[in-house]
């Protein structure tokens, strides 16, 4: 018989053990279908929208284009992982407090890409925040609210 | 109804934001039901081929598959906005590269996707025609063999080959015009075709119950569209149809109309099981919809003094394969030939055109942005040859109140005239541009745009519910523009209630009256206008029951915030009762639930003898103009020919600003997704397949292509024909935002370039130009 193969992460915080039922599998994949945890989001598949933006070992990485299999002892920090809608993380607070949010489709992979500058630099200038969300595609916003809201957030993180 | 105090003006979070910033939001990709099954899709490799026949035994082969639907799996039921050209699913012809052909629902995406790749389908090419001059020449391959036969509301062309559309209009005696000009410029602007970019790809989950009944959750601008082509192009009746939409990520036009909803019942009606249908980034771009690309070639003729005399414009627009709002589109590019100028004698001509390729179809600005493109940039060529100020020459020229319309109908406010003198003043206009960085070259323009906000019909329920908080049922569908927040503001300050207390409804055809849908910026404008009016009614009947209960006359009763009606005077003054002891009295006593309920059309009768037209769509539910302008500054490489936006004002006169943050935040976005019709989006097709669908190839601006802020003035002159004194912004800031983006390039430069987008190549080539 065969066995599964399967994989031990800390998702969000708790460790859990994933049963890989191909190797092929993303990990978007296997966060929206296999656990639901569908606050990430798939809007173009190849990498280069960041909608899919996760954390992993504390670094922002596309989820669309990592392979669960690789992800064996990692630590994953998915949307879900920086607060609940009655309990919002500071970043996202911010983001709502700022207006940012209009569709909100990209707004799970653009408030982790956030989560991460703060984390390494937590007064980043416009410029810095700029560059920072340059991969995290928004087609609502035109960016100016997001800029605020990053802005926001670090003012109330590290006053 | 007077104006009331209450939530509006306030730039209150949308309702739904900390939703959205949890990721707990869901958006139709999201959802699961029991037993759900997925759907993947198979598409034409041909730009033009008869469908021969299908092989589907591989297919239905691999474990895991539970149906496939082809062609063969629907009647020739047609179904469209303006004219009735598709299909479910397409059936004895392909028509573009991409079209789907056939569909497959499996235990899970893989497999789908798997045995979709496994289904032959035999064709028969045909000659295909993938730009407008090939399209039109008289032995074109025609591909719509029954246009002729198709179900249409305007008076279409007969015998025209593949021109679906042809509209004339003339105003005044326009060669007296020009023979009166002392200047004429005139030049032809090259269009290009850009995609929505939603960033949620189009959705739709189909799940059947025991009476037989569907229940479609998708990705939509409007839960009564999407019912009506299902209805249209399965034969299902309406009462057999329910249309839901959770959240949607993004629409901008593009999910006005079918997506993969009809695809997606197929599938769950004969795999009998639910199916959810979520196409992939590059099956979104091959499959769906576009903004028109075309030309158009326009002269205008001024006196020396700088007043516009004359205008002449053709427009052709490729249409693509089918015509979904092509001839309202083309319709509404003319409807807009002047601008926001009185320009007294103008002729113009719209063709739209089929081709094999993708269609196109609504777009945020649906054929202004093209026109106003080609509009805008003319005026300042124009200005230039008269040497004058183009800010002043747009100034001379604002069509004043109480002047008609292109077509007729009263224009019966504006603020033109002062959105340029607040840019004037916001932009430093008169003063001189900081120096170019090294090896820059910087330039500024400007550009104006009118819009309209008021467009076809809707409804609103508003019910006290037993706690004395309000129910608010309305058709619209919030894509992200923040309508449901705008609504609900609306509602709480007509009952002075915080918008907490009001229950909006989630969009559901079983459940909320008729809304046309979330497009043509009318939203706020014409949902607005129906939640104020059954608010009235629903005020009348608590301010009754109110007097009733306190033993006084009705006039000396009044609401009070938090949900009471109080004594205004005599001798109960102060006394009051809370609208649940009202709703209390209505349910178990006395007149019944209250309830009011209102539906409203907008009406703006045009006039045949101030502008004679042919061909047209009636726009006689189009109205409530709107107008703006936005100055911009650009640096132009020397080297490259790349253009950068360093700075944007936009100006927009939006009524009263039901929520000011939502409102800059609708300038700021529609103003970028300009930028990028402007500068960088452009879907190009080689031999009729899409070269770049993907956002690797396609590009949208990022944070980077933004200039560091984007200043927004509103001006707000409430306006009066709506209870709340609002007006539409979604698609005024997209408009003439490439306009004047290509007049500051122009400006840097000293040449014009005629062509969108304004590529570093183009720009370069402009440049290089003796």
Redesign the interface.
């Known amino acids: 018989m065969v066995t599964t193969p399967t994989i031990s992460i800390t998702l969000n915080g708790t460790r859990r053990s994933i049963a890989m039922s ?1 190797t092929t599998r993303t990990l978007m994949t296997v966060l ?2 296999d656990l ?11 990498g ?2 960041g ?1 899919c933006t996760v954390l992993i070992d504390g670094a922002p990485a596309r989820a669309c284009l990592i392979l669960t299999a690789t992800l064996d002892g990692a630590s994953v920090t ?3 992982g ?5 309990a ?1 993380g500071p970043v ?2 911010a ?3 700022a ?10 992979g653009m ?1 982790i890409q956030a989560t991460s500058l703060l984390r390494t630099k937590p007064r980043p200038s ?2 810095e ?3 920072a ?15 605020e809201a990053v802005e926001l957030a670090a003012s109330r993180i590290a006053p | 109804m007077n104006t009331p105090a209450g939530p509006i003006g306030q ?1 209150l ?2 309702l ?12 139709t ?2 959802m ?1 039901l029991p037993g759900m099954l997925h759907g993947a899709i198979v598409q034409s490799p041909h730009a033009h081929a008869r469908i021969l026949g299908y092989d589907l035994s591989a297919a239905l082969a691999v474990p895991g598959v539970r149906a496939t639907v082809t062609g063969d799996d629907v009647d020739y039921r047609y179904m469209g906005l303006v004219v009735k050209d598709e299909l479910a699913i397409a059936k004895g012809k392909v028509r573009y590269i991409g079209e789907p052909v056939a569909a497959v629902a499996a235990v ?3 497999t789908a996707r798997r045995a979709a790749a496994l289904i032959e389908v035999r064709y028969q090419p045909l000659p295909a025609v993938t730009a407008i001059e090939e399209a039109i020449k008289p032995e074109a391959p025609i591909l719509h063999e029954d246009f002729a036969k198709y179900a249409k509301i305007y008076d279409a062309p007969t015998n025209r080959g593949n021109i679906l559309a042809h509209s004339v209009a003339t105003q005044g005696d326009p060669g007296k015009g020009f023979a009166a000009a002392d200047v004429v410029v005139e030049a032809t602007y090259q269009i290009a075709a850009q995609y ?6 189009v959705a739709a989950l189909a799940a059947f119950d025991p009476s037989g009944k569907v229940t479609v959750w998708s990705s939509t601008q409007s839960i009564f569209r999407t019912q009506a082509n299902l209805h249209e192009c399965l034969g299902m009746p309406m009462t057999k149809i329910r249309c839901i939409a959770p ?4 629409g ?1 036009g593009g999910k006005s109309e079918a997506t993969v909803q009809p695809i997606a019942v197929l599938l769950a009606r004969k795999a009998k099981a639910p199916v959810r249908v ?1 196409l ?2 590059v099956e979104d771009m091959t499959t769906m919809r576009s903004r028109h690309p075309g030309w158009i070639r326009l002269k205008t003729g001024a006196t020396r003094d700088g007043k516009l005399v004359a205008r002449e414009c053709e427009l052709w627009f490729d249409g693509g394969a089918y015509a979904d709002d092509s001839p309202a589109v083309m319709n509404f590019a003319l409807f807009f030939v002047r601008g926001p100028y009185d320009i007294p004698n103008v002729h113009c001509e719209g063709y739209a055109v089929y081709t094999n390729k993708l269609r196109a179809g609504a777009f945020r600005g649906f054929g202004n942005p093209q026109m106003s493109f080609a509009s805008e940039c003319q005026i300042d060529e124009l200005a230039k040859k008269l040497g004058m100020d183009p800010l002043e020459l747009r100034r001379r020229n604002a069509l004043p109140k109480g002047a008609k319309w292109f077509g007729g109908q009263e224009v019966k406010e504006t603020a033109l005239v002062e959105a340029l003198d607040t840019i004037r003043e916001r932009a430093g206009w008169a003063k001189p541009m900081p120096p170019a960085s090294p090896g820059k070259k910087r330039g500024r323009g400007i550009a104006c745009m009118a819009h309209s906000s008021a467009f076809l019909s809707t409804g609103a329920i508003i019910r006290l519910q037993n706690d004395g908080t309000i129910a608010l049922q309305v058709g619209a569908v919030d ?4 309508s449901d927040t705008a609504l609900a503001q609306m509602a709480a300050s007509a009952f002075l209630l915080p918008v907490e207390q009001i229950n909006l409804s989630t969009p559901d055809t079983d459940a909320v009256p008729y809304n046309s849908g979330t497009n043509a910026s009318r939203v706020t404008y014409m949902v607005g206008k129906a939640v104020g009016e059954a608010a009235g009614k629903v005020r009348d009947q608590l301010l009754e029951h109110g007097a009733a209960m306190l033993a006084v006359k009705r006039e000396e009763v009044a609401l009070a915030e938090g949900g009471r009606v109080v004594v205004t005077g005599g001798s109960r003054r102060n006394a009051e009762v809370s609208f649940a002891d009202i709703a209390g009295r209505s349910i178990w006593a006395v007149g019944g639930p209250i309830t009011g309920s209102s539906g409203v059309m907008a009406q703006y009768l045009m006039d045949q003898g101030h502008t004679k037209m042919s061909g047209w769509l009636s726009f006689e539910a189009v109205g409530i103009f709107t107008f703006g302008a936005q100055v911009v500054e650009v640096e132009v490489d020397e080297v490259t020919g790349a253009v950068e936006v360093t700075r944007a004002v936009c100006v927009h006169d939006v009524g009263r600003a039901i929520n000011p ?2 409102t ?2 609708q300038i ?6 300009g930028l990028g019709y402007g500068l960088c989006e452009e879907m190009v097709w080689e031999e009729g397949r899409l070269a770049n669908p ?3 190839d396609y590009k ?5 292509e ?1 200039p ?3 200043e927004c003035v509103l001006i707000e002159k409430p306006e009066p024909s709506h209870p709340f004194g609002a007006r539409g912004v979604g698609e005024p800031p997209l408009v003439g935002a490439a306009a004047a983006i290509a007049n500051a390039v122009a400006d840097a430069i000293g040449k014009p370039v005629r062509q969108l987008p304004l590529t570093p190549e183009r720009v370069l080539g402009a440049m290089l130009k003796p």
């Open positions: 191909a929206r279908d639901g945890l569908t606050g990430t989001k798939d809007a173009c598949s190849q280069v929208c909608s998915t949307i879900e920086l607060g609940s809608t009655e919002p996202q607070q983001f709502i407090d207006g940012a949010i209009q569709c909100g489709f990209c707004m799970p408030i416009r410029d925040i700029r560059h969300i340059s991969g995290n595609l928004c087609r609502c916003s035109g960016y100016a609210k997001v800029i | 730039s979070p949308r739904e934001a900390a939703e959205k910033a949890s990721g707990a939001a869901l958006y990709g999201d699961v899970d995406i893989e929505h970019a939603y960033m949620e790809p959240r949607v990520g993004g901008f979520v992939s980034r894509i992200g523009q923040g943050g939502a800059i935040g700021q976005g529609g103003f970028v997704q993907s956002f690797m949208i601006p990022s944070a980077l933004v560091a802020e984007i």
